[in-house]
């Protein structure tokens, strides 16, 4: 995965690994037929991030957000080629986790229209380098034509420089600093400004008996104050833990029990 990268969450079939690797330039998804050697995965459109995956069955599921930022889940069944799957809330902007039970899978989500930001932009003479947060550097010409896309494990380092090396040559294809690449993911945070997260999250809960059709419960209808931070789901029962307002004077942890559809 590369000297600085660290795993975030694993899932398995018997047939297939996969893993949510972050890294000093983003998270990426990578997928393994042994446990032993792994290859980064394709997943989604240009621009897609994978923050949790989970596995039920012989099925393989990602959740995180696509290229225009919305909430976004995947399934697979080899950890290779993957599907997206429609959600039924359109303003699902954050999905931090997906877990499975023995019904199914959960997933709480943000409903408040919160997007993955990015790309950030990087000028360097006439080519345009952007940074997504899956960890990948396209580098564009001056017409906007793809002329590589490289991923962070691949680039070198001198000093505070970052070198994008051609994969056919070797051969340096940009470089720019550090302080560039901070500089353009700030630029790109302060389009948020005011209008990122405007009212708090507003959570929603989507469960699904195979991953693919998915239905939503606005957590709000069922229980006021309450900001869930995790979810199991069993044959009978859904049960949420997070933080409940009210719950003890000034707020604190509570757990929130519901029947499973």
């Known amino acids: ?32 037929r042994d446990g032993i050697e792994w290859a980064r995965a394709e997943i989604g459109e240009r621009g897609a991030n ?12 990602a959740a995180g957000s696509d290229a225009d930022g919305r909430g976004a889940v995947w399934t697979s069944s080899d950890g290779t080629t993957w599907e ?10 954050w999905i931090d986790r997906v877990h499975a039970g023995s019904s199914g899978y959960a997933i709480l989500a943000q409903s408040d229209g919160q997007q993955n930001p990015g790309p950030a932009e990087i000028f360097v003479d006439e080519l345009t380098v952007e940074v997504g947060q899956n960890g990948a550097f396209t580098v564009l010409d001056a017409d906007g034509n793809e002329l590589a896309v490289i991923y962070g494990e691949e680039a070198t380092y001198e000093g505070n ?18 302080e560039e690449l901070n500089a353009a993911w700030e ?23 195979d991953g693919v059709e ?10 006021t104050n309450f900001y869930p931070n995790a979810v199991a789901l069993g044959d ?9 307002e009210g719950a003890v004077e000034g707020g604190g942890q509570a757990m929130w029990v519901g029947t499973a559809p």
């Open 1 to 32: 995965f590369g000297p600085d990268s660290w795993v975030n969450s694993m899932a398995a079939t018997d047939d297939a690994y996969v893993a949510t690797v972050g890294g000093q330039f983003g998270q990426s998804l990578w997928s393994s």
């Open 50 to 61: 994978v923050t949790s995956v989970s596995s039920f069955g012989d099925t393989l599921i």
């Open 84 to 93: 997206q799957h429609e959600l039924p809330v359109e303003s699902v902007g």
């Open 161 to 178: 420089q970052i070198i994008l090396p051609d994969a056919e040559t070797g051969e340096m294809l940009v470089t720019f600093t550090q």
């Open 187 to 209: 630029a790109v945070w302060r389009t948020f400004e005011g209008g990122f997260q405007p009212e708090g999250p507003q959570y929603v809960l989507l469960l699904s008996a």
């Open 214 to 223: 998915w239905t939503a419960f606005d957590i709000a209808e069922q229980v």
């Open 236 to 244: 009978e029962a859904i049960v949420m833990t997070g933080w409940s």
